[in-house]
């Protein structure tokens, strides 16, 4: 007797590879797709009980999934009293469904196609590929689920009626769009990793589902891509690696040089480590480059042996490919740690036209200030942070600075 | 499936432009429109007179307005349209790169509603 938590278990690995395929076989139909592969799910859970588990469950959920799709194709097809029906998929077998590429390739790029809006191929990718609720994704987002839901139907409504093809892109245009779809799975990482508000299980979710996603990539991208989605891998996984040690016990941020480095994940830190040679081979991208910035930071024992000339060579480089204001500024403090705040004050105050609105700048000026003894100067660069912060654990972390300024 | 594709430039980039560079667009302009009569995907497509032409007509209530103009007043004006056959939005995409005001202006791809599905 199969419990049904074994069965939920295997849909739940399977699931995304079999709507994958399902997507296929309906032609593109999203909403046909997902009812089918509900459907085929609790075939499963009403026989797989007495039958056993079949050998291969990806191959039976495929199965039954396309001898669905067919019959309801068909029943639409008399419906609307249509003599010749178009059914490509009939022919086809089951065993060759299965034989084929992995079809979760195609979804990724058509969730993330570029005539999506970018929220709804966030949304689209978490809940096709990571088989997120709509309620979950809405959570995750801080939306209400019928705006969620909402989002969801127009995205597929479009793949529908404007014809978003159902394809790995040809190879012209194959590296813009794995590209962008790289970008949707950090999307989707950022949205986990940074501490705003909301449910902290749901954002734990969103960055497994981001490593899942980047997992995907490594394992299927195109050997032009493959570096990257090396480097994305490793980055997502190093940053994940220090979850626990982030935040104390009442949730308030610990900073990365005060942050318990035994409560990191090592043996994740260790997977990581291993990508970043291959991530930076042949003229690395912006995200091997950030992979192997964040490799530094784990391989130092202790805080104070981290190798900041070599930090601050990397963000050299990330700065020449992405020249943006926000990497200059996390080039500015990694160069005060390694050269001392007074040389690196100056270089954090020429982004000021650009970086005026932005509550971190103000943060790290605050920081340098505070280091170099400029008690009155740090207070106010706090304080311009702390008005301008909507993140409730940067706010409280600023509070404390503050505090502590003040008490001095 | 037929897609149109909806050509809105400024004008005054046009007005501005030196003759030797408005004369070079227009060939490129013949040269797309030949190559997509020749490939099999044209449809239909022409360029429209400039908007000091336009008209506007309204009835409400059953008394009509007509006014000078566009409908919209907007930076880009509807400049031109073509329609054409392609298998899905990725070709029909392809094909829209290649219309020259793509550089300078911009180009709305619309699928078009078919009534006999």
Known sequence: MLAAGAIEATFRAERARVLATTIRVVNGDFDLAEEIVQDAFAAALARWPAEGTPDEPRAWLISVARNKAIDTIRRRVKLREIVAAEDATEGTATSELVAVPDDRLRLMYTCCHPALAPEAQVALTLRTLGGLTTDEIARAYLATPATMAQRLVRAKAKIRDARIPYVVPEASELAERTEQVMAVAYLIFNEGYAATAGDSWLRRDLCREAIRLARLLVELADPASLAEARGLLALMLLHDSRRDARTDGDGDLVLLEDQDRARWDHAQIAEALALVPDALRGGPGPYALQAAIAALHAQAKAAADTDWPQITALFHELYRRTPTAVIALNRAAAIAMWRGPAFALPLVDELKGELADYPLWHAARADLLRRLGKQRESLAAYRAALARTTNEPERRFLERRITALTAS | ?117
Do not use: C
């Not at chain 2, 054409?84 to 202006?105: F, M, Y």
């Open chain 2, 1 to 117: 499936m037929q897609y149109m594709l909806i050509i809105y430039d400024e004008e005054k980039v046009w007005d501005d432009m030196p003759e030797a560079e408005r004369n070079q667009l227009f060939g490129e302009y013949m040269e797309f429109t030949a190559d997509i009569k020749k490939s099999g995907h044209f449809v239909a497509g022409d360029a429209l007179q400039p908007i000091r032409t336009a008209t506007t007509l309204r009835i409400r209530d059953g008394k009509t307005t007509n006014t000078d103009g566009p409908f919209a007043e907007t930076r880009e004006q509807l400049g031109g349209f073509y329609i054409v056959e392609a298998k899905d939005l990725d070709e029909a995409r392809k094909i829209a790169a290649r219309i020259p005001s793509a550089r300078i202006g911009s180009i709305e791809i619309r699928p078009v509603m078919n009534f006999s599905a």
